[in-house]
């Protein structure tokens, strides 16, 4: 039987949303669209790519992210893939509200550490929940793309939770980190420190 090797994983977030531009929480929320400057981060990020060479292009179902994934994909000959494994996560009854509301009590993290792992907001899904989702994906992922070049699309958090979760780091664990729209991030699959 030949030997596979895991999928090579390049991650990026979404453009800038109207939603982002508002300060508003989005989670799965689906009615937030790229802003102008969101529709360049785009451009920008598929120029920093450009001479990378992929074998699927993934991404979250939720239309800022598909949007982004569409120009990522542009020129490639690569279909979309669309999955909502990869959606951020969901803030449950605090979507739509301003960010400012949100507390840390369910928001789980405060400037760069997460402090509550566990936190959940209502109706929503604590930051253990969105690793577990992105720790299944990565098992799916290194099941059903063993080899190959992958350019995944998603959210924020969702990108936070899956490099945790490929250098089998808790959250609870981990630093709260800027992840810019549209900025370009690796992680690599076989657990090993992130690149």
Known sequence: MPVTSPPRLV???HGETTWNHAALIQGHTDD???TERGLIQAAEAAAVLASFAFDVVLTSDLRRARDTAEILARGRGLAVVATPAL???????????????????????????????DAR??????????????ARWLDDLRRDYAGARVLAVTHGG??????AAC??????????????NASVWT????GDPLA
Do not use: C, H, M, Q
């Open 11 to 13: 991650l990026v977030r």
């Open 32 to 34: 937030a669209t790229l």
């Open 87 to 117: 959606r951020e996560r969901s803030y449950g009854a605090y979507e739509g509200r301003p960010a400012s509301d949100l507390p840390v009590s369910v928001a789980g993290w405060a400037g760069d550490r997460v402090v509550d792992a």
């Open 121 to 134: 907001p209502p109706g929503g899904e604590s930051l253990n929940d969105l690793y577990d989702r992105a």
């Open 158 to 163: 969702t990108l936070r939770a899956i490099r």
């Open 167 to 180: 250098a089998a780091t808790p959250f609870a664990k981990t630093v709260w980190y800027p992840v810019d």
């Open 187 to 190: 992680a690599d699959v076989n």
